[in-house]
């Protein structure tokens, strides 16, 4: 039996800048099941990285969660204090940020910073924590001497590889990759989509994949949302919303993917996505949208379960 590991409702997550109010994550639930993978799509800006700070308890500022909650194991993070939250941070929920491999500290050892979290939150010594680190390095494909080496002396690939293994190391329950292959040739990109789907069979962990390239998240994702302006477009498991996708969105994309001898004439959902200050009425897509109706121009639709467990926010599927 697989248990619920992840519960986000109706999450609001806005920046609260000079020129207005970002409304970057407008109410947007899900939920995850242990060894769960979710691909996340979207345009850039669309809210996918925002979404994973929520999940992370992470918000950079002028950024905050104005509402909903984010349920892992049974605690709602969106509660906890700071100080909480740095503990069950990277234990219980960790994320592979965005152009993450830039971000190792080029003044320490990788097995320095890979040894830092386990004494810190595991309270090992030294020796302890850097046999950890090194069984953890095994894991995605490095050998152990790479603890002695410092980032500069590793390629891209390797970096990601680090920041992966960085991600996993304290076991947490929930582990989210935003865009982790984006920066990388696509020799290594296959190499590091190969080594998170055995990651998936043997840590079990729940997993966000956070992409704007719908093809990576058919390869590895049970489930997919669609994500457009600040809200989910469309949510089910991933061979029904690339079997049958619903929403005009969803449609779009899946026509502007390039694909090997297709015959249909490749596509791009014409306009650009909105300004999230100024969000449009009603559905936001309905200014790029060509089957919008009068009612798309001023209410929002409401999410609507096509079939089981395939939800879709859409007027065309409300019946009236
Ligand atoms: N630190 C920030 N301050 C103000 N606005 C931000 C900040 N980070 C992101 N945004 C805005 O929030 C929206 C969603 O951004 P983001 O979550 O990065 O989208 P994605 O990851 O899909 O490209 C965009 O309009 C972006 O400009
Ligand atoms: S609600 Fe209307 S505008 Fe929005 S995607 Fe559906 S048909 Fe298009
Ligand atoms: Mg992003």
Not at 215 to 244: C, H, P, Q, R
Request: glycine share 8%.
């Amino acid at each position: 039996m697989s248990s619920t590991v992840l519960g986000v409702s109706d999450l609001r997550i806005y920046y609260y800048t000079l020129t207005g109010i970002v409304r970057a994550v407008d109410g947007v639930s899900l939920s995850l099941s242990e060894g769960e993978a979710l691909g996340i799509a979207g345009e850039s800006g669309s809210g996918k990285s925002t979404l994973g700070y929520g999940v992370l308890g992470l918000i950079p500022p002028p950024g905050r969660i104005v509402r909903g909650s984010v349920v892992i194991d049974g605690v709602d993070i969106t509660k906890l204090k700071p100080a909480e939250l740095r503990k069950i941070r990277w234990s219980k929920v960790s994320m592979v940020f965005q152009g993450a491999m830039n971000a190792l500290n080029p003044v320490y050892t990788v097995g320095h910073q890979l040894s830092e979290p386990l004494i810190l939150h595991k309270g090992l010594s030294v020796k302890e924590s850097l046999a950890v680190a090194a069984e953890m390095v095994k894991k995605v494909g490095l050998t152990p001497d790479i603890l002695r080496r410092y980032p500069h002396e590793l390629s891209g690939g390797m970096k990601q590889r680090v920041m992966i293994a960085m991600a996993l190391l304290l076991r947490p329950r929930v582990v989210i990759a935003d865009e982790p292959t984006t920066a990388l040739d696509v020799v290594i990109q296959a190499q590091i989509m190969n080594l998170f789907k055995e990651l998936r069979q043997s840590e079990r962990n729940a997993m966000i994949f956070i992409t704007h390239d719908l093809s990576i998240i058919a390869e590895i994702a049970d489930k997919t949302g669609v994500m457009y302006a600040g809200k989910i477009a469309e949510l089910g498991l991933s061979e029904t919303v690339f079997g049958n996708p619903l929403h005009p969105y969803t449609q779009g994309l899946l026509r502007s993917i390039p694909r090997l001898r297709a015959k249909e004439k490749i596509t791009w959902i014409p306009g650009v996505p909105p300004d999230l200050r100024i969000p449009p009425p009603g559905c936001r897509f309905h200014p790029r949208c060509p089957y919008a109706m009068d009612v798309c121009r001023s209410e929002e639709p409401p999410e609507i379960e096509v079939e089981r467990g395939h939800v879709v926010s859409c007027w065309l599927y409300v019946k009236r």
